[in-house]
């Protein structure tokens, strides 16, 4: 399993690799493409980029100090695109809890107020 830093430097890769091949990459400019909280640095970088090799989420054609060629395989496209998705219906399953939760709401007032009528007509206080 993948943590949060090497799914967010995939993302990065995935992002910059749209409709290309492979990319060069400086891995400084890697850095301060990811997220600030993380507070990655340059060796944080490149032991993301091997746990990608190695997981076969990316191919590195060529790394140096400062630079590394680069592109996302299949396996890690998919994973980015699973992660959209899955995103993607969590926000329509919130919207409709949103909405079964609203209109339960109006339904349990509107029912509590014909009950009200009704004691009160009965009991003929109205």
């Known amino acids: 399993m993948l943590d949060k830093r090497c799914l967010a ?35 944080e970088v490149e032991r993301c980029l091997h746990a990608l090799v190695e997981r076969e989420y990316i191919c590195i054609k060529y790394q140096d100090e400062k630079e590394v060629l680069t592109c996302p395989l299949p396996k ?16 329509i399953a919130e919207k409709r809890y949103f909405v079964y939760s609203f209109l339960g709401a109006i339904s349990g007032g509107l029912v509590s107020a014909i009950v009200l009528i009704i004691l009160l007509a009965v009991t003929g206080r109205m």
Not at 11 to 20: D, Y
Not at 26 to 36: D, H
Not at 76 to 89: H, N, P, S, V, Y
């Open 9 to 43: 430097l995939l993302n990065v890769i995935n992002a910059e690799c749209l409709n290309s091949g492979y990319r060069v990459f400086a891995i400084e400019e890697l850095v301060l493409s990811m997220p600030k909280h993380f507070g990655v640095d340059a060796s």
């Open 76 to 91: 890690g496209r998919l994973l980015f695109e699973k992660r959209i998705e899955e995103q993607t219906e969590k926000s």
